[in-house]
Structure formats: C-alpha cells, structure tokens
C-alpha cells in the first residue's frame, strides 16, 4: 500500500481515530461499529478509508476479529493524545458556554506542592489565571498523563524511564524551576539527634520509613547508598508521599528521607529534626513540563511565569543556604 502525502491526512476525521481505539479495545469490527451506533459494513468502509488515507495496513482481519498491526500500535498513543485533547477542547467549549472559565490541569509532585505551588496560584490568579485542577501524583505517573494528554503541564522532574516514556519526552518541553536537594529526617527525640559519625552501613541498619520505590526520593537516597557500597534500608513502613513519611517519624523512632525545603519548615515548627548528614547525591532538577504543541496556550503559559516568580520569591525569603552536613563515616 503506497505511502500517501501528509494532505491526504486533512481528510482524516475524529471518527477515524475513535475507530482506531475501539477496534484495538474491542478487537473485532462489529463491536466497535456498535460503540459507533453504526452498522459493521460501515464500519468496514470506515476502516477501509481510513487504511488509503495512511497509505498502509493498520488492522489485520481474521474469522476471529481484528489485531493491530506493529504501525497501529506505533501510532496509538499519539491517537490516544488526540482523542483526550478533543475530550477536553468538549469539556472547555462547555464551560465557556456556560459562562465559567477554562480550566488548567496540572500535574504536580508533592515536594512542589508544598514548596512553591500555593504562591503560584495566587500569582497566577491575580493576573487573571483561570481556574487550576491539580493532580497529585509519582512523577512518571505525571509524565504518563501528560504525555496521553490528560494534563496540560507537570511541576516535577523526568524520571528514569522505559523506552516508551523516552519516545514521548521528544514531544515535551522543560522549563527549569529550581533544584531540591534531599536530607535524613528523625523525630525531635529520636536518639541519632545526639549520634555523630554515623556512616552508611550504620544507617542501613535503621529502621526507615520510605515512599515507594518507584519515588525519586528513595530512588536519590538509594543511589547515595549504592555509591558507597552498602545496600540500600527497605523500610518497615511505606508510604505514597514523603508528607507520611515526615509525620510518621515525627511521632517515633524511625528515619526517612525528604526534601530540605520541606523538612526545614517541618523542623522550624518543632515537628523534626535533620541530621547533619550530606548524602552522596546530585540535586533533583525540578521542571515545568509541557508538551510542545501548547507553546501557544496563553494560560500554560501565564502559569509558567506565574510559578517561575514563585521561585524567585521563595528562595528571597529563605536566607539561610541548605547545609550541607557531614558525609556518613567522614571526619
């Protein structure tokens, strides 16, 4: 089947790419021409359209139904990216119809959260932001709604990630925001306030309490660990947020790791303690990400100044530099 030139795609229509989705999920064409409210030889002619628009196969037809072929599946999540930015251009038409204004999603890590992100609001809606819905999440978990379109931007830092993730990252842009350092957290009267030249061997040893490991906060106190040699605590406890973890070692003996900004407001309040220990680790870049095709989104990009001004106003406020500690088994 000869490759067409991309006009030919101008006749392409969202029924086309709902077609897609629905016979990758249904997996024969008479199901999905029922989700379609449309008879199955129109569904066939659809299909049949659609397959001389691309200039290729994309299903490959049996007694038992219909199977993707290896360039539907290499297409589907752009499909899938399409289809959910339709869904919610509907969701926007309907507000403006109604009288109410667009609505911005997005994503956002917890230390972000905490840090920079209720400033930026504020900013945001005083230059005349729309609303925000937030969502709380891992930032691969962020970065997968993103990439599929069901956030407009992510507060948080790309991870360590498959192949699939890498390939849609070339669809995303970053603005740098500020870098997080991570530091060991205990309760105000844990015993280790008092200990000194404790080296990482000793500290695996402890009991921890931990964010899964799929965190990069137990992922750059892993690293730190691996870097000298010593396998890295598994917890006794593990949480979804270091927000748990801060509260939980607050009221006992365990240890955790957090971000410092966060610690050192929950230590001026009485609530922890930090120890002076520097972990063997690289800052975590923090970021704001988008994907590429929103450089025009006027309120993406009003939040964007809005959180960058955030930064500016939070790291003047905050005159004291992060310590930087004793390293474990150092003199």
Request: overall charge neutral.
């Amino acid at each position: 089947m000869p490759l067409h030139s991309p006009m030919a795609l101008t006749h392409l229509k969202f029924r086309h790419l709902l077609l897609i989705q629905l016979l990758v999920s249904e997996g024969t064409i008479h199901k999905a021409a029922a989700r379609l409210n449309i008879s199955q030889p129109a569904a066939t002619a659809m299909l049949n359209d659609l397959e001389a628009l691309v200039g290729m196969p994309l299903f490959l037809r049996s007694r038992q139904g219909v199977a993707p072929t290896e360039q539907t599946l290499a297409l589907l999540g752009r499909v899938r990216t399409v289809l959910n930015e339709f869904d919610e251009l509907a969701a926007v038409i309907a507000r403006v119809a109604a009288g109410d204004t667009p609505l911005l999603r997005v994503g956002v890590v917890p230390q972000a959260f905490i840090s920079y992100l209720p400033k930026a609001i504020d900013l945001f809606r005083r230059a005349g932001g729309c609303a925000i819905r937030t969502h709380e999440a891992t930032a691969r978990q962020l970065l997968d709604l993103l990439i599929a379109g069901e956030l407009d931007c992510v507060i948080g830092r790309l991870p360590n990630a498959s192949a699939a993730l890498a390939d849609g990252a070339q669809r995303l842009s970053f603005v740098s925001l500020y870098q997080e350092e991570i530091c060991i957290v205990v309760g105000p009267r844990n015993p280790a306030v008092h200990e000194h030249d404790m080296d990482y061997a000793s500290l695996a040893q402890r009991e921890w309490v931990l964010q899964r490991p799929d965190s990069a906060i137990r992922s750059a106190l892993a690293e730190a660990f691996l870097r000298h040699g010593v396998e890295p605590p598994q917890p006794v406890v593990e949480t979804s947020t270091y927000i748990q973890n801060l509260a939980i070692v607050a009221q006992s003996n365990l240890f955790t790791v957090a971000p410092r900004r966060a610690a050192l407001m929950q230590q001026d309040l009485g609530l922890v303690r930090i120890l002076d220990i520097a972990l063997d680790v690289v800052p975590m870049q923090v970021c704001l990400i988008r994907r590429k095709t929103s450089s025009q989104d006027a309120a993406l990009s009003l939040f964007q100044d809005a959180f960058l001004q955030s930064v500016e106003l939070g790291n003047a406020g905050q005159d004291r530099p992060a310590k930087q500690g004793r390293v474990p088994g150092g003199s």
